[in-house]
């Protein structure tokens, strides 16, 4: 038995960290935000972007 990397419940999986869709749309969710936060206030990444040599 394998445990639930979101919720730490038991479930029979073998090639997957979370027991059912919810949890894995609540772990896409928070990983979104936490990407999204990292990149909120770091302008670098879109200037390299917008730079055409």
């Known amino acids: 038995m394998?445990?639930?990397?979101?919720?730490?419940?038991?479930?029979?999986?073998?090639?997957?960290?979370?027991c059912s869709w919810k949890c894995d749309e609540n772990r896409r969710a928070v990983l979104r935000k936490k990407l999204d936060d990292a990149v909120k206030n770091d302008k670098s990444h879109t200037k390299k972007m917008a730079k055409s040599d």
Request: hydrophobic share 30%; with cysteine.
């Open 2 to 18: 394998k445990r639930c990397i979101v919720c730490d419940k038991e479930f029979d999986g073998v090639s997957r960290d979370v």
